[in-house]
């Protein structure tokens, strides 16, 4: 649990900072203000802080000064500024102090949200290095798709990021052996160097994330440079790299981030080769009501029922025009809901492949019935063992969470606790560390997965989706959306439109 100190001599910022936003879901126990400087230093005096957010124009003291003064007194205090002026030598000033982040006013709820959130996840994996966070965040964010092109532009310019290449693309590397790959990454970005701007960072799985900006971007060159890279250092057997699909513009970035990553996901680190390349052909969203139907047959506490289900999903998918091929799907499918459910935890696509998918599902319709049943029953003893591992209260959390936006009903963290008599800044905390994401967080990535599903119908209108998942403002959910699956509601349909007419 976490205590955050808001420094602001407005009000209505206080105000704003207090009430709009969910600080139990983001584990924060206490929130205290001060309307100035010399006040918020007072308060530090007196208790530990984790996270000041402090304006940079106050009365009697400035954020500039408090955060020197903070530096001397508790280091280990994560520092955000806000500030309602533009110019770079305000930022400038903050990133010499080794703040985490800075927010320009008027202040804009999910980005402030996000902010924090993301320090708080920072504190959480105990990362000290604050000179370093402000790029890897901004980073973080450009890749994923969660900062506006404002920001983005201010920061680069403070960070001196080049946004302004043709074209970007993402590469994804994942260890498939316990050994250093730093060997290899260092050669490869000699490789690419001379013909590409090059940013990295680490993301929360352990993967590292190289984002390749230039004035073209063509595959086969990286291809080649990757093969090199890794022959030159051994290190051929020892990682996969996914190339994204090269886009166009850095607003764009984070289609590219979003096929690497979902390649590796959906891969078989053990078998796979060292390259996996994407394209904009390549439709993951096919995976979703599948993945949706197996989901839901996870979470039943009723085994006979359970299996049941099993067996009408094998029986689905071998009525028609079955073959060994169409078992890549479910085994995807598979790996989608598992990934879901356990975001922070490692090799769960490892175990699918190595303890429950068969080397190749029978040619025969029937044998195939029984054995997808079988994979089904093996996939989900996987999922019982890492859903048992959370505590009663994340695991009744977990259902409450799906079962509410199944029947397409809002999920707000108080109302939630006050029916169960739970502590909602305790249960946010918990929550946090089992499952390695906010309550938020986890709660717009299953509205977005279902919303998925529900955009397989043509007749519902966005909008409607939005509605239903339990978003009170579409363009949140088209935001969430495009965070999560990397293109947004309506470049998803049109992807389904497709991906219909080249099986008719």
């Known amino acids: 649990m976490y205590t955050v100190l808001i420094a602001d001599d407005e009000e209505s910022v206080l105000e704003v900072l207090r009430t709009s936003i969910d600080w139990q879901a983001l584990g924060v126990e206490t929130l205290l203000t001060a309307p100035d400087g010399c006040a918020a230093l007072e308060q ?33 205090t994560h520092c955000i500024v806000l500030t ?65 092109n404002e920001e983005l532009s201010d920061r680069a310019t403070v960070l001196n990021i080049n946004i302004y290449q043709f074209f970007y693309c993402v590469l ?13 990454r260092s050669a490869l970005i000699e490789r690419l160097s001379p013909d590409y701007e090059i940013n990295r960072y680490w993301d929360e799985k352990g993967r590292n994330i190289v984002i390749l900006g230039g004035e073209s971007m063509d595959q086969e060159r990286l291809t080649g440079a990757i093969t090199e890279a890794a022959r ?23 289609q590219s ?14 078998t796979a080769g060292l390259i996996l390349t994407t394209s904009r052909e390549e439709n993951f969203s096919r995976y979703d009501p599948l993945a ?7 979470y039943l506490t009723d085994g006979p029922k359970r299996q049941a289900g099993f067996q009408r999903v094998a029986t689905k998918l071998t009525k028609k025009h079955w073959s060994p091929e169409r078992g890549t799907p479910l085994i995807h499918a598979c790996i989608q809901v598992l990934v879901e459910a356990f975001p922070s935890r490692e090799g769960i696509q490892e175990r699918i492949y190595r303890e429950a998918a068969p080397d190749r599902f029978p040619a025969e319709a029937e044998a195939a019935a029984e054995a997808i049943a079988a994979f089904l029953e093996k996939v ?30 809002g999920v707000a963290l108080r109302e939630m606790c006050a029916q169960d008599g739970m502590n909602p800044t305790y249960l946010g905390h918990v929550f946090k560390e089992e499952t390695g994401l ?4 986890y709660l717009n990535r299953r509205r977005v997965q279902r919303g998925a599903v529900l955009l397989h119908d043509q007749s519902r209108r966005i909008k409607d989706v939005a509605e239903e998942v339990g978003f009170a403002y579409t363009s949140y959910f088209i935001k969430c959306f495009r965070n999560y699956k990397g293109v947004s509601p309506t470049a998803y349909r049109q992807s389904l439109l497709g991906q219909r007419e080249e099986h008719q």
């Not at 994804?172 to 290899?184: D, G, L, P, T, W």
Request: overall charge positive; some cysteine; proline content about 3%.
């Open 172 to 184: 994804c590397m994942a260890k498939r052996e316990n050994r250093s790959i730093s060997v290899f």
């Open 257 to 270: 981030w979003q096929t690497a990553v979902d390649a590796i996901e959906l891969c078989n680190l053990q």
């Open 438 to 441: 906010f309550f938020n967080d």
């Open 380 to 409: 989900w003893v996987l999922f019982a063992e890492n859903f048992e591992r959370y505590s009663p209260a994340v695991q009744w959390t977990i259902r409450y969470i799906r079962e509410r936006i199944q029947r397409g009903e």
């Open 84 to 148: 309602a002026y533009g110019e770079f030598t305000y930022a400038q000033q903050a990133i010499r102090l080794g703040v985490e982040n800075y927010l320009l006013k008027p202040i804009v709820k999910t980005e402030i949200e996000q902010t924090v959130q993301s320090a708080l996840d920072n504190l959480h994996r105990k990362r000290q290095s604050s000179d370093k966070l402000l790029r890897e965040n901004t980073l973080r964010r450009w890749a994923t798709g969660n900062i506006g």
């Open 292 to 298: 949706e139907q197996i989901g839901a047959l996870f």
């Open 44 to 76: 530090l005096g007196h208790r530990t802080v984790d996270l000041l957010i402090a304006d940079i124009q106050m009365p009697r003291m400035d954020g500039i000064t408090l955060i020197k003064k903070v530096r001397k007194l508790s280091p280990e």
């Open 232 to 254: 030159a250092t051994g290190a051929e057997n020892a990682l996969t790299v996914a190339i994204g699909t090269p886009v166009t513009a850095a607003e764009n970035l984070h």
